[in-house]
């Protein structure tokens, strides 16, 4: 176990020694660089999309910095009764505060006198006045775990507030039908709009050309090539892959193929992605009724749920993938059946409607047009590494 690994692979906080500038798709201007004139722009919302783990948050923090920003999670507003009220108490306001007023009434008899208690001022004012003072700035993060309800509730309240010069980044998932930003009509001209974009190979293995040059260890361009790959456009899963190698219990300090693979299966085992994996195999129920078994290439037997969840966890690991490859890749997986397009999306379907019934965890993936959307890399490598 080599503990300077710590310092420099951060999967779980700011990479301080291994942060990576990007520049943004279709533009000269890094991320960066347009978070930062995003931020300029009074009365704007700023709404960052982007597939999950690939370093939105990361990217307010090294802008914003982390004693400027406050976070909160969609899930933070899964009960709200008062938007203003949650946010005021993440940062430390009474929001019950109330001044009081004596009132007295004379008669000949006696004196009696009444206490009248007042709110002092509307939270949202109250809020507002505590972020322009401290120059805060709202990151709301997971947007897409509220409801679309609350969704719709969050983006009317930015709506009136951003225009009194009250700062807040949004941050969520594309493919999401319950776009309330974007779709919003009150919102439109007022938005600033930034799509993060996957991680290329080549910007993931710059994490850790930085990271072992700065532990002064050599690692081989190929083996950095394929921790990249096992990344699936993830700077958290470079991060930790990188960062398992250095926790590994190892007299040997060469880093081979097979140090990077018991890596990664280091890095899966924490993964909290057993049930979510036992609920998509066992499918919706079956009355009872055994499911077929089709008999795979790799000598094993699966079901259509098990099957698919193998197909996958194979080689590449794809984030997108359409019905035509999703049912090729299927069928180059099997002995001697035939399974149809029309069988694979209504599986999909099915696995779509457990999904929409389940807590945040489980939001792993998404079938919409034809394209199943992987929301989650950690859950595609879990699959790929836990063997399933």
Same mark, same amino acid.
């Given at each position: 176990?080599?503990?300077?690994?710590?310092?420099?692979?951060?999967?779980?906080?700011?990479?301080?020694?291994?942060?990576?500038?990007?520049?943004?798709?279709?533009?000269?201007?890094?991320?960066?660089?347009?978070?930062?004139?995003?931020?300029? @722009?009074?009365?704007?919302?700023?709404?960052?999309?982007?597939?999950?783990?690939?370093?939105?948050?990361?990217?307010?923090?090294?802008?914003?910095?982390?004693? /400027?920003?406050?976070?909160?999670?969609?899930?933070?507003?899964?009960?709200?009764?008062?938007?203003?009220?949650?946010?005021?108490?993440?940062?430390?306001?009474?929001?019950?505060?109330?001044?009081?007023?004596?009132?007295? &009434?004379?008669?000949?008899?006696?004196?009696?006198?009444?206490?009248?208690?007042?709110?002092?001022?509307?939270?949202?004012?109250?809020?507002?006045?505590?972020?322009?003072?401290?120059?805060?700035?709202?990151?709301?993060?997971?947007?897409?775990?509220?409801?679309?309800?609350?969704?719709?509730?969050?983006?009317?309240?930015?709506?009136?507030?951003?225009?009194?010069?009250?700062?807040?980044?949004?941050?969520?998932?594309?493919?999401?039908?319950? &776009?309330?930003?974007?779709?919003?009509?009150?919102?439109?001209?007022?938005?600033?709009?930034?799509?993060?974009?996957?991680?290329?190979?080549?910007?993931?293995?710059?994490?850790?050309?930085?990271?072992?040059?700065?532990?002064? @260890?050599?690692?081989?361009?190929?083996?950095?090539?394929?921790?990249?790959?096992?990344?699936?456009?993830?700077? $958290?899963?470079?991060?930790?892959?990188?960062?398992?190698?250095?926790?590994?219990?190892?007299?040997?300090?060469?880093?081979?193929?097979?140090?990077?693979?018991?890596?990664?299966?280091?890095?899966?085992?924490? +993964?909290?992605?057993?049930?979510?994996?036992?609920?998509?195999?066992?499918?919706?129920?079956?009355?009872?009724?055994?499911?077929? $078994?089709?008999?795979?290439?790799?000598?094993?037997? /699966?079901?259509?749920?098990?099957?698919?969840?193998?197909?996958?966890?194979?080689?590449?690991?794809?984030?997108?993938?359409?019905?035509?490859?999703?049912?090729?890749?299927?069928?180059?997986?099997?002995?001697?059946?035939?399974?149809? /397009?029309?069988?694979?999306?209504?599986?999909? =379907? =099915?696995? $779509?409607?457990? +999904?929409?019934?389940?807590?945040?965890?489980?939001?792993?993936?998404?079938?919409?047009?034809?394209?199943?959307?992987?929301?989650?890399?950690?859950? +595609?490598?879990?699959?790929?590494?836990?063997?399933?």
């Amino acid at each position: 176990m080599d503990e300077r690994y710590q310092k420099v692979f951060k999967p779980g906080t700011y990479p301080e020694l291994t942060y990576v500038v990007r520049q943004s798709v279709e533009t000269k201007y890094t991320y960066e660089e347009r978070l930062q004139q995003s931020l300029k @722009i009074d009365g704007y919302l700023t709404y960052i999309i982007g597939p999950s783990k690939t370093g939105k948050t990361v990217l307010c923090e090294r802008v914003i910095g982390q004693e /400027r920003i406050v976070s909160m999670s969609g899930n933070d507003f899964a009960k709200a009764s008062d938007f203003w009220e949650i946010l005021g108490r993440k940062v430390g306001l009474s929001m019950d505060a109330q001044v009081s007023e004596q009132q007295s &009434d004379l008669s000949k008899m006696e004196q009696k006198s009444t206490t009248v208690k007042k709110n002092y001022k509307g939270n949202k004012d109250r809020v507002i006045e505590y972020f322009k003072a401290k120059d805060k700035i709202f990151v709301l993060d997971d947007f897409h775990y509220a409801s679309p309800e609350i969704q719709y509730d969050i983006a009317c309240q930015l709506k009136e507030v951003i225009r009194l010069g009250f700062k807040a980044v949004v941050i969520s998932l594309p493919h999401r039908s319950d &776009d309330a930003i974007r779709l919003n009509p009150d919102l439109a001209g007022r938005i600033s709009v930034i799509e993060i974009k996957p991680w290329e190979q080549k910007q993931l293995e710059e994490i850790a050309r930085k990271g072992f040059k700065e532990l002064n @260890i050599r690692i081989e361009e190929a083996l950095i090539s394929r921790i990249a790959l096992e990344s699936i456009h993830s700077p $958290q899963l470079m991060q930790a892959i990188c960062l398992n190698i250095g926790l590994l219990p190892s007299d040997n300090p060469v880093i081979t193929d097979e140090v990077v693979e018991e890596s990664c299966r280091f890095t899966c085992i924490n +993964l909290p992605y057993a049930d979510v994996v036992r609920i998509l195999k066992a499918g919706p129920p079956t009355r009872g009724q055994k499911r077929l $078994q089709y008999e795979l290439k790799d000598q094993s037997h /699966r079901d259509i749920y098990g099957l698919i969840l193998k197909v996958l966890a194979d080689n590449p690991p794809l984030v997108e993938i359409e019905l035509a490859e999703l049912t090729e890749r299927i069928q180059n997986n099997l002995v001697n059946s035939k399974i149809g /397009r029309e069988k694979v999306k209504d599986t999909l =379907k =099915k696995w $779509q409607d457990i +999904l929409n019934n389940l807590g945040a965890l489980y939001q792993v993936m998404e079938w919409k047009d034809d394209i199943m959307h992987i929301q989650d890399n950690l859950f +595609l490598f879990y699959i790929r590494w836990a063997f399933i």
